[in-house]
């Protein structure tokens, strides 16, 4: 594993998510209960830890994710997002946002911007802000 990994604590809908990431990325998930660690500091059916891996067009994105315990603040994404920035070609980057998008909110559409590059920014239904974008190399001249 390398870099940066987000590990997201979810209110109560850590299943669901993580399932749903599943469904717009693929790659593999684990998911974990506190029953199944034998752990009594949370609901035994609320998830202790997820993984997906193996994600992305390449493999290579992961994400974690579990269920925010009594004493925890669930996410909340203010001033940041999860960028996604020529994590796949194009097509691919426009059917995650799409995905995402999906009973979420397009803060930004996925266009083309003055600067020569494609972006777009969304919040999806699980309240977690995504940067999507990539480059075409353009002719000069």
Known sequence: MSGITPYILFPGTAEEALRFYR???GGDLALHS???FGRGDGPTDAI?????????SDGTLSL???DAGPDED???MGGMFLSLL???DPETLHRWFDALAAGGRILE???DRAWGAFDGQVLDRFGLRWLIGYE?????G
Not at 136 to 140: G, H, M, T
């Open 23 to 25: 469904e717009v990325f």
């Open 34 to 36: 506190y029953g199944d």
């Open 48 to 56: 202790a830890h997820g993984v997906l891996s193996g994600a992305g």
């Open 64 to 66: 974690y994710g579990a």
């Open 74 to 76: 669930a996410v909340d």
């Open 86 to 88: 020529g994590a796949a």
């Open 109 to 111: 559409p996925l266009i």
């Open 136 to 140: 075409l190399e353009r002719p000069e």
